[in-house]
């Protein structure tokens, strides 16, 4: 029996909800029999009653709200509809829950859980990748789970943390993506993981963009050519140690993301390469990102817009030409 993604997430809010009373799920439509917009939260309302809460349709309401209950002892998880509308309230992620613990001494422990990235068809609203806004400010972490296995430890060790924490779910990989069981041990937040080893050139990726590169890295292998696939698994902190030592392996670095290319993650990483291990590179370090448009709804146009396995193997073709 296989699991996917999705309910990962699930089970991992389930188990949360049944060990720590302090947990309450609230977002909208998450409740009754609806169980959110993507069903991560179906069935738990019944199970778990008072504790999985709809919300009014008020982003920056939600996330206070979460904020104030955390500041009294509650682990709040909140479900966004879709990354795209936490924008809404970012004047309370980042200037209220990023630095109340910086102004206070008080933390505040929320978890507000993304539903991130494309999927055919849902164009500019609805299909954005906002951990790089989110990376940018001090007091967040931002986790970015590539697996069956991460979306459950991740989540569960999320709600542990002190911090406040954008855990960023990717909606395409919610039933791509299955494994046979639920782990019992992951590796710790902020340890980025060698998901392939290589020796010709490195690729560092996360959330869905990470099964892309394996999958290009499959297509290379046939040619010969073998590449070491890092799975970032958070953006903030960055795992630079893992990065550099798989630079020192191969000397050579593509970076892939599925956020748009002005800065970001895919930039943070060639950054920390270029100025702490320049005489590792035998070629420029490169990265490939969606194009700098707004997402388009045509899932052909879509599938252009996005890296995707193909077009990740030309770029590492090119690379390993330098």
Known sequence: MSITYLEAIREAQAKLLRDDER????GQDVGG????????TKGLAKEFPGRVLNTPISEDAIVGTAIGA?????????????????????NQILNHA?????????????????????????????????????????GLIVMTPATVEDAYTMLIEAVAIEDPVIYCEHKYLY??????????????????????????????????????????????????????????????PLD???VLASVARTGRLLCVGESF?????????IACVTSQGFHLLDASPQRLNAKDTPIPYHPNLWSAHRPNAKNIVAKAR?????
Do not use: C
């Not at 947990?23 to 609230?26: E, K, S």
């Not at 682990?75 to 970012?90: C, Y």
């Not at 978890?111 to 609805?126: M, W, Y």
């Open 23 to 26: 947990v309450f799920i609230y």
């Open 33 to 40: 029999n609806f169980g959110g917009a993507f069903k991560a």
């Open 70 to 90: 955390a500041i009294q002892g509650m682990r709040p998880i909140v479900e966004m509809q879709f990354a795209d509308f936490s924008s809404i309230a970012l």
């Open 98 to 138: 990023g630095t109340h613990y910086w102004r206070t001494g008080v933390p505040v422990p929320i978890t507000v859980r993304l539903p991130s990235g494309g999927t055919k068809g849902s164009g500019p609203f609805h299909s954005q990748s906002m951990e790089s806004i989110y990376a940018h400010y001090p």
């Open 175 to 236: 039933y791509h993506l299955k494994a046979d069981k639920l782990p019992d041990k992951s590796l710790p937040t902020g340890r980025a993981r060698i998901a392939r080893e290589g020796r010709d050139l490195t690729i560092v990726s996360y959330s869905a963009m990470m099964q892309e590169s394996l999958a290009a890295a499959d297509e290379l292998a046939r040619e010969g050519l073998e590449v070491e696939v890092i799975d970032l698994r958070t953006v903030k």
């Open 240 to 242: 630079t140690d893992t």
């Open 261 to 269: 290319p002005w800065g970001g993650a895919t930039a943070e990483v």
């Open 318 to 322: 090119q690379l390993l030409r330098e």
